[in-house]
């Protein structure tokens, strides 16, 4: 459902994203780990259009998102780490200028409805977006992301200041959406989560893949049976980092 070859972003002398593949299949929740700076955010904004790579391919259900941007983007939704919505709309407007970006306002009134009430925006359906403290405009980022019917969904630290009960909601839709078919995306840093929502996890270091499996496949990279996937999270990106720090201590620049 996404698929992701050789994908490269560059700011500056800074490679963000260095040469990563990776895919998501129909049915899949794959959690997209990494230490800070290592490139998790910049990859789902390329993903979802924001930014434009430097190199590599990202198809969407079929679609390139190079050559049929529409296409693939309309499969798409995305929770961004940081929303930055329109504070002079209302929460309810806020949800319907989404919608209607997808289908006419008809189509999408009873998941408003039903997104108002799951993610606790009722009361402040008609309340300015600018009027709302940071948890709510999270909550707000995810009603708009699951308004349409996407099929790909890209998710960036998506619990971040999110209340217990909307955390639980939006761990339950995703698994719903997982069970439907949908190919989903998810950064974060919470590994307990990651271990308990997540099919599969890519850890990335650097701009690049580090390591790639289900828990057990990590843990028998990492030789660490029974371990968590916290632990066997530190034994990688450790072991990657004194690599990388050898490398370093070798080359040219420092004989
Ligand atoms: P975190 O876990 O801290 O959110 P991340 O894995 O999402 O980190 P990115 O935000 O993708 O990492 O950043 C990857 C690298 O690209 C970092 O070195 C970062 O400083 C750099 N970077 C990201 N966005 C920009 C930008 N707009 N301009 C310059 N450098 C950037």
Known sequence: MLEVANLYKFFRHVRAVNGLSLHVQAGEIVGLLGPNGAGKTTTLRCICGILRPDAGQIAVGGYDLATQEQQAKRLMAFIPEMPNPYDLLTVREHIQFVAMCYGTLRTFHERIQELLDRF????????????????????????????????????????????????????????????????????????????????????????RKLAEGTL??????????????EQVFLRLTEEAENAAAVVSDVSPANQ
Request: hydrophobic share 40%; proline share 2%.
């Open 120 to 207: 606790d925006l009722r009361d402040k359906e008609n309340e300015l977006v600018a009027t709302l403290s940071k948890g709510m405009k999270q909550k707000l980022a995810v009603a708009c992301a699951f308004v349409h019917d996407a099929r790909v969904y890209l998710c960036d630290e998506p619990l971040l200041g999110i209340d217990p009960r909307g955390q639980h909601e939006l761990k339950t839709e995703l698994q719903r959406l997982r069970d439907e078919g949908c190919a989903i995306l998810v950064s974060t840093h919470q590994l307990d989560t990651a271990e308990r929502l997540c099919d599969r996890v890519i850890i990335m270091q650097a701009g």
């Open 216 to 229: 057990e496949e990590l843990r028998a990279q990492s030789q660490m049976a029974d371990s968590t996937l």
